[in-house]
């Protein structure tokens, strides 16, 4: 058999799958077309499947053809229930629809052939190996055609009987035990219709003394209650025959089946008995089943019950109930079921359900008791033991009907208690002596249940005994114990006992709500668990109570003080409401006269109370918090109003009225929706109200006595007390004895904690209530109390009064100031004024400036302040009055502001003491401008300064708006003082540098402080005075830049700024701002808060070009003047939007601004050098560019008036102008004409730029310009046009003789120009020479003409342009050298100036660089000008130019050449060798090394003696500090050692790796070594020259010295060591031992040395020796 999803297979020859899709659609019923579409598909089947059965269902026999198909329809349907049961089971209840159809169907099939179809089933029925599953599912289609059909055909049903009969009798075994169960259901289902046959099958199989079948009795039983009637003739045989199989019954099952049949049996019966008139069969009598029940019960009872199996015994136990239900009616057999009760209670030891026995045990009691034949008296001790022992003990956790256990057990007691109340009593009496708190509290609970039955029966006696009971555990103080004497105290009152209380029970309930009260206001915190014990006993209390009140007639006196004075002093507030509920009551009971005991009855309609005002006190304090304690407001309320005459009889008609309202507020409302304050006013002024009516007596001083000692009652902080503080003010303000009121407001200030905030502020309001009308009184109380505690002022050890909590000096002295500041905020205006100065203000200021000033008390300082200034400005009118502490006042508050850190929050007293300046400054004297300046300088620093508060941190967030707010108003007092422009820019200067600041934060701030002041402006009268020149247009470019800052906020601040400015201008100017511009300003500032820059820029600029219109030229230069000056100031997207706005501005109204061109170019320049941005410097440049497009002459003289030509910025300004080609050639025209100008004639200005154009400007500005202009254009090959008439100019400018002041500035430049080579901006040269072909010979004739001027300046200039062209063969090809030679000769030989002779020297040693064949020609004019530099010094830097021109010119010439110069050159060289100078000896010693190249044969005996002469300084200077004179030295030396003549010295030897000292020192060692031996005189005048050389001004030429002279020593011969003078020797090195230098004194230390050693030697030699 094939199977697919979601298909039903249908097994015949061929697998025929019927789809059922649509039935998985069907979440209902099934559906008839599915239902249609199943019947044809079957039809189909059976017609097209062959005629050959299965071999399986061969043993079934033959059948009719005409029922072959109709066989296998079914049989296929079965295949599909059982595949479907199989899936079922392991995928779930989701594919038992499948299941159903194919049933329903089968069913179906059934109503047309109901015979063959059940023919068919049981044929399947037989089928050999047929599982168990599918004979359960062919069982129960039958059963549902049984039902469905009802008779059918006799033969069918006898032979489903015997099948069904077999199956049911088999062993059972797990899925057989299934199959048993649905056979034995078939059968019960064919006995609705076929009883006879059925029966008659089962009774064939019970036969007496023969254990039958478990599943025949089951059978049998299920028969009996499914056909009552027919079963009731069979139902003694069957009794009697199962009777007689108890002994064989061995085994658990079947005895579990034969409990459960009895049970079954028994209630047939009884239903049998109740319907009598419906039987038609013989009646059987009731007794005849008890007969015939009895020996069952008493074998199941004594037999059964003591059965191993648990399940055994509860079966027993079962059927016992129904068994007793037959047998209990039976007065003889009741006795006998007596006797076996011991053997029912004997099972609660074992394991078994207690519930089961308790309820048989119930029911043969009540029977007892509604026969009233009670059980034996020899049975009731062990009754009453076990079933006590149930109630006491906890049950085990196994039972799971503990509960209803234990309610079956109260019943059986109290069945008890109506048959043997004394019995029981005593038991309970004898149990209640054991101290086990579980009997005593499972006792007590069982006698509150025996008071509460409602039995009739139920003697007084067994009450009375009960109540003694009780009475004897009322000691027990266990709150288990407690709680049940409680319930049963409640019980007795609503059972109607309630006399049987008095006296002892509601003594006992006034105890145990006195003591759970304590117990609860004084638990531990490590006691939870008997603090909720606790918590239970004073519930049950409050219920007892409660119930005692409103049921118990003729209460004592007693009681009801009882619980009066349970509210008056109990601290355990949850239990006031019942507690007032209750005396509500008993006022009731007691004032209507209806419950009035003896002791009562002459009174009158009054309670006794405390004292009324106590009570009072009390209440209206409670009542502060209504809705605590469940409620307790209503319930205060309500007794206050009964107790009204008893209270207050003036009273109480005012109360008839308002306690209801005050009632219909709290109903109203919930502990959600009320307000506390408003509740509280109502409360005072009910209080108010109260108080009227007693006025001329001393009702409410004894009420405020009263209140004053209900303060210590209630905790800090709480509604209570502070409603408390509160009253006490209003009621004391009433007092008519101000000696009385003094001593409650001192004492009420010595027990006060003043380091309790709540208790200080609560005294505080106190007192400023009572200066309402105690105004003189309260302050001399604070008068008094100040000098009581004056005397220990310094150490203020003020706890001699308090020893509970010490006072701090700070604490007292902040809680003075404040209340003094308070009676101030409530004293009569009128006495105000004459009590603010002194002493209210004085006192609080002393209190202030005579303590530590710690934060709290300057937070006490400044509330006293606000509260003060408060006071004042409420006064309506105050005429002339003026505040005489304001100062004082102000420079303590701005003293504690500049205190305060201005980086961050710690306190309010920063927004406090803001707030207290915001006040002072409406009150006269007025501030003056430049305190009110002061003022808002040090506010605004003390706030916008701070960091922004974290987002997890809600008190400092809540700090820092308070501050902020405290800080605007403060602005906006001090600016309605001075609502004025000039007001308002002195304003906006202070916010400036906030505005421009570089954190976001503090902008935002500012930005927005400034539009909360700038918005109060714009609203004020203020708006009708014009503004000054320049104000509007400073004001907005101070703001215009933050329209793109980085953060939104500041964006959209700055925003409404602007459009205040706007609204300001437009208001006093005849402005065309119109609704268009408005609209157009609003879509700007959606724009501006996008978080696309470049958006923002653009939204920007076309706010700029749209308020354009708005400005006169003045504000435009104010504007741009503003926005330069604050460029740089912020970060780089402020500064682009300052330019934005500049060039906005310029490109809309440049060609307006002429006469403010000059401004606006001075403001930008003055700032473009604090730009560091290059894209904002362009922007500006192209501001400038624009401008000079316009008004071009006064932009180029402006620029050139500026004072430093060389600036950087300058230069970027000029770049920028060379990058547009056409405008820069039409600005070096202008310069040029500039220049020439000054050559020529004046002439008159005939305009504005004619002015500007002839106007003065520095010519070295314009040069430097020029040179900018043209190297830039240069260099894009835009010049050589340009070049003869620029050259022609410069040129002109350097040559000018008739204006030498003109040369000045190049003068003044020039003067550094010594010796270092021309700066390229001058050099007019190479400017020349290397862009200008075809142009040498003019230049060259302009040059030499100016070194032919007579203007100093013109000559050395023209002089530095010709020290270029001398080393260039430009001169020499032009045939100008000559002139120029003559006129540099001129130039050398004149002694005016230093420089000029310079620059002359130097142009003529260029010659041999430009023109060396001329050397030869010019060399007695070249050498006599370089040798008049070195015989005649005048400076340093003309010798040094000598000498380095004298090097050049030799190096073109020959000895012969040179002649007789020769020998002066020498001599003159050397002279330099120890100048002071570096730069000299570095250019001797190279002229030096020069002439020893040049010297010829004639010249060499003559130069070997110039070398001998100049040995010991080549030799020294070889180490000369100056490192290139020391190369330069030894360079020249070692070219001179060959005119010594010895080949050894020619080569030095050493390693190649030594330093350059020892090599020197090798040298000097050979060359000593050498002179001793060859020329010993020679070594030894060395010797006496280097010793000279020891007091050298050079250190490193004395260490040379010392060094030289010690190696001398060493190689010098005895001979002529005895020729030195060895003490002057010795005196002249032991002076270099003080030397500041340590190497001149390590150095003349070793050469001292060398010279003892030298002296020993000189001294020991022999004459031999030393000749």
């Known amino acids: ?109 059934a109503t047309t052939e109901p015979s063959v179809v059940i023919n068919t089933l049981i044929r399947c029925l037989q089928v050999s190996e047929i599982s168990t599953r599918r004979k359960v599912n062919i069982y129960n289609i039958l059963q549902e055609i049984i039902q469905q059909e009802g008779e059918l055909e006799e033969q069918c049903v006898q032979r489903l009987v015997a099948i069904a009969s077999k199956e049911m009798r088999e062993i059972p075994e797990m899925e057989g035990y299934m199959k048993a169960e649905v056979a034995s259901d078939t059968l019960v289902a064919l006995s609705r219709n076929h009883f006879s046959l059925v029966m008659y099958e089962l009774q064939h199989h019970l036969k007496p003394l023969n254990l039958t079948d478990e599943f025949v009795i089951i059978t049998l039983a299920k028969l009996a209650n499914g056909n009552v009637f027919e079963f009731m003739p069979y139902m003694g045989i069957t009794l009697a025959t199962i009777f007689t199989m108890l002994r064989l019954a061995n085994e658990a099952k079947i005895r579990q089946a034969i409990c459960g049949a009895m049970e079954t049996f028994c209630e047939t019966v009884q239903f049998y008995l109740k319907h009598l008139e419906e039987s038609v069969y013989p009646v059987m009598t009731e007794e005849q089943f008890a007969l015939k029940v009895f020996p069952m019960y008493r074998y199941f009872v004594t037999v059964w019950l003591r059965h191993h199996n648990p399940e055994v015994k509860l079966g027993v136990i079962r059927s016992l ?147 003694r009971v009780v009475k004897n555990t009322i000691s027990d103080t266990r709150s288990k114990v407690r709680m049940a004497i409680l319930r049963i105290i409640g019980q007795l009152a609503l059972s109607g006992y309630q006399e049987r209380i008095k006296g002892w029970g509601l003594k006992y309930v006034s105890v145990q709500l006195t003591l759970s009260t304590y117990k609860l206001t004084n638990r531990r915190d490590n006691f939870y668990l008997r603090d909720l014990e606790e918590r239970m006993v004073h519930k049950v209390t409050m219920d007892t109570v409660k119930i005692i009140t409103s049921s118990v007639s003729g209460m004592t006196n007693e009681f009801w003080v009882r619980l009066l004075c349970y509210i008056m002093e109990t601290d355990y507030m949850d239990a006031l409401t019942p507690i007032c509920i209750s005396l509500t009551n008993l006022a009731e009971h007691q004032l209507h006269g209806q419950d009035v005991d003896v002791s009562m009855a002459g009174k009158s309609r009054q309670v006794d109370l405390p004292a009324p005002q106590k009570l009072l006190a009390r209440l209206l304090v409670l009542m502060s918090s209504p809705y605590k304690g469940e409620g307790r407001g209503i319930a205060m309320l309500n007794l206050l109003r009964t107790l009204s005459q008893s209270i207050a009889p003036s009273m109480a008609n005012m109360w008839e009225l308002e306690i209801p309202l005050l009632v219909r507020y709290l109903e109203e409302h919930t502990e959600f929706t009320w307000d506390q304050k408003a509740w509280e006013d109502k409360l005072i002024q009910f209080l108010r109200n109260s108080l009227k009516k007693t006025r001329g007596s001393s009702w409410s001083l004894r009420l405020s006595k009263e209140l004053n000692n209900q303060i210590a009652s209630f905790d800090s902080p709480s509604l209570e007390k502070g409603f408390l503080y509160r009253a006490l003010g209003f ?80 604490t007292v002295k902040s809680a003075l100031m404040v209340m003094y500041s308070c009676v101030a905020s409530y004293c009569h205006p009128q006495l105000l004024l004459n009590l603010v100065d002194s002493p209210i203000t004085a006192k609080i200021i002393h209190h202030y400036v005579s303590s530590c000033q710690d934060i709290c008390l300057k937070m006490a300082f400044m509330k006293s302040v606000v509260q003060v200034t408060k006071a004042i400005n409420n006064i309506k009118d105050l005429e002339d009055f003026h505040f005489a502490q304001k100062t004082t006042l102000t420079s303590i508050i701005v003293a504690v502001i500049e205190a305060e850190p201005t980086d961050n929050l710690v306190s309010p007293v920063r927004a406090l003491a803001m707030e207290a300046l915001s006040h002072l400054s409406k009150l006269k004297p007025f501030y003056s401008t430049e305190e009110n300046s002061e003022l808002m300088d040090i506010s605004i620093h003390s706030v916008i300064s701070l960091q922004l508060p974290g987002e997890d941190n809600e008190s400092i967030k809540t700090l820092y708006a308070n501050a902020l707010s405290s800080l605007e108003r403060l602005m906006e007092s001090l600016l309605q003082r001075q609502l004025d422009p000039r007001g308002l820019q002195e304003m906006v200067q202070l916010l400036e540098k906030w505005i421009l600041s570089e954190k976001e934060c503090e902008r935002e701030k500012a930005m927005n402080l400034h539009l909360y002041l700038m918005r109060i402006y714009v609203h004020s009268t203020a708006v009708c005075i014009p503004l000054k020149m320049g104000q509007f247009g400073t004001m907005v470019g101070l703001i215009a830049p933050c329209t793109c800052d980085a953060h939104q906020g500041t964006r959209m601040a700055s925003m409404n700024v602007l459009s205040s400015l706007l609204d300001l201008h437009a208001s006093q100017t005849c402005s065309l701002w119109g609704s268009s511009k408005e609209k157009e300003l609003e879509k700007c500032k959606g724009d501006i808060q996008s978080t696309d820059v470049e958006k923002i820029f653009c939204a920007s600029s076309r706010i700029a070009k749209m308020v354009c219109t708005e400005f006169n030229c003045d504000e435009v230069v104010s504007l741009i003047q503003k926005l330069c000056e604050n460029t740089g100031a912020m970060d780089l997207q402020h500064d682009k939007a300052s330019v934005i706005w500049i060039g906005s501005f310029l490109q809309m109204r440049a060609k307006e601004l002429e006469d403010k061109v000059a401004e606006i170019l001075s403001a930008i320049l003055v700032h473009l050098p604090v730009v560091d941005h290059p894209e904002v410097r362009r922007l500006l440049i192209e501001g400038i560019l624009l401008l000079a497009h316009h008004h071009q002459e006064t932009i180029l003289t402006s620029l050139l008036r500026q004072p430093l030509p060389m600036e950087s910025h300058l230069a970027e300004v000029w770049l920028a102008v060379s990058e547009n080609v056409p405008f820069a050639r039409t600005m070096l025209h202008s310069l040029m004409g500039r220049l020439q100008s000054r050559l020529s004639p004046r002439v008159s200005a005939t305009s504005k730029a ?18 900018l202009l043209v190297q830039k254009l240069d260099e894009n090959d835009k010049l050589p046009d340009f070049l003869p008439d620029l050259t022609y100019t410069l040129l002109l400018q350097l ?107 130097r142009a003529l040693g260029n010659m041999a660089l430009g023109a060396p064949k001329k050397v030869k020609q010019y060399r007695k004019v070249l050498l006599e000008k370089c040798l008049g530099a070195l015989r005649e010094p005048v400076s340093t830097s003309v010798t040094a130019e000598g000498m380095e021109a004298l090097t050049k010119i030799l190096a073109e010439l020959r000895e012969g050449d040179v002649g007789s110069s020769f020998d002066a050159m020498s001599e003159q060289c050397r002279i330099f060798f120890d100048n002071e100078s570096e730069l000299l000896r570095l250019k001797a010693f190279i002229l030096f090394g020069k002439l020893a190249r040049v010297v010829g044969m004639s010249k060499k005996h003559f130069f070997k003696g110039e070398v001998k002469k100049a040995w010991i300084p080549l030799m020294l200077h070889s180490q000369d500090p100056c490192f290139n004179a020391a190369q330069a030295c030894m360079a020249t030396m070692f070219q001179c050692v060959h005119f010594w003549g010895w080949k050894s010295l020619q080569h030095p030897s050493g390693p190649s790796d030594t330093t350059t000292d020892d090599k020197m020192i090798v040298f000097q060692t050979t060359m000593c070594s050498i002179l001793t031996q060859k020329k010993p005189a020679v070594l030894y005048s060395f010797l006496l020259e280097t010793m000279a050389y020891v007091k050298n001004n050079l250190s490193r030429i004395r260490i040379a010295a010392c060094n030289l002279a010690g190696i001398i020593m060493k190689q010098m011969s005895t001979h002529y060591l005895k020729k030195l003078d060895f003490p002057a020797l010795r005196n002249s090195l032991q002076e270099l031992q003080l030397d500041p230098d340590p190497g001149v004194r390590r150095a003349a230390l070793e050469t001292l040395e060398v010279l003892d050693s030298c002296s020993q030697h000189g001294l020991l030699a022999s004459p031999q020796g030393m000749s």
Not at 30 to 46: G, V, Y
């Open 1 to 109: 058999m094939t199977e697919e999803p979601n298909c039903l297979t249908l097994t015949t020859n061929s697998s025929i799958c019927i789809s059922i899709d649509v039935y998985w659609a069907k979440s209902g019923a099934f559906s008839c077309e599915l239902e249609e579409e199943m019947t044809e598909a079957i039809t189909e089947a059976a017609v097209d499947s062959s005629e050959e059965v299965s071999e399986e269902r061969d043993d079934l026999g033959t059948f009719e053809s005409d029922d072959s198909g109709t066989f296998q329809q079914v049989v296929n349907l079965l295949d599909i229930i059982d595949s479907e049961s199989a899936k079922t089971d392991t995928t779930g209840a989701g594919l038992d629809m499948r299941k159903t159809l194919a049933s329903v169907i089968i069913t179906e099939k």
């Open 321 to 467: 109930k129904p068994m007793l239900g037959l047998l209990l009616p039976n007065d003889d057999l009741r006795e006998q079921v007596y006797d076996y009760i011991p053997l029912l209670l004997a099972e609660y030891q074992g394991g078994l359900e207690a519930l089961f026995i308790t309820q048989v045990l119930r029911q043969i009691l009540e029977v007892s008791v509604i026969t009233n034949t009670p059980v034996p008296q020899m049975q009731l001790h062990t009754i009453f033991t076990e079933l006590h022992v149930q109630v006491c003990n906890k049950a085990p956790a196994q039972h799971q009907y503990s509960s209803q256990n234990l309610l079956e057990m109260v019943h059986c007691f109290v069945a008890l208690a109506r048959s043997y109340p004394k019995e029981l009593m005593k038991f309970f009496f004898s149990q209640m002596e054991t101290n086990k708190e579980a009997v005593r509290v499972g006792t007590l609970n069982l006698i509150r249940a025996i008071v509460s039955a409602d039995e009739p029966r139920m003697s007084i006696r067994a009450i009375y005994l009960a109540i």
């Open 731 to 810: 009621t004391l303000a009433t007092g008519l004895e101000a000696s009385k009121v003094e001593v409650l407001l001192l004492e009420l200030l010595y027990k006060t904690d003043y380091s309790n905030d709540f208790d200080s502020e609560g005294v505080i309001l106190c007192f400023g209530l009572c200066a309402r009308g105690q105004v003189k009184t309260v302050l001399n109380v604070l008068h008094d109390f100040e000098e009581r505690i004056q005397e220990s002022e310094q150490s203020w050890q003020i706890s001699a009064w308090r020893k509970d909590h010490p006072w701090r000096r700070e």
């Open 1250 to 1267: 004619d002015i500007w154009r002839l106007a003065a400007v520095d010519p070295l500005m314009t040069l430097c310009t020029i040179h």
């Open 1295 to 1401: 040559g000018s003789s008739h204006r030498p002041e003109t040369a000045v500035p190049v003068l003044k430049m020039w003067k550094l120009v010594h010796t270092a080579p021309l700066p390229e901006e001058m050099n007019l040269q190479r400017l020349c020479m290397q862009h200008v072909e075809g142009h040498r010979q003019r230049l060259a004739e302009l040059v030499l003409r100016g070194m032919d001027s007579e203007v100093l300046s013109c000559r050395i200039s023209s002089t530095a342009v010709c020290v270029e062209f001398m080393s260039d063969p430009v001169l020499y090809q032009e045939k100008l050298l000559k002139p120029a030679v003559l006129l540099l000769e001129k130039g050398a030989d004149q002694e005016e100036d230093e420089a000029l002779r310079v620059l002359s020297l």
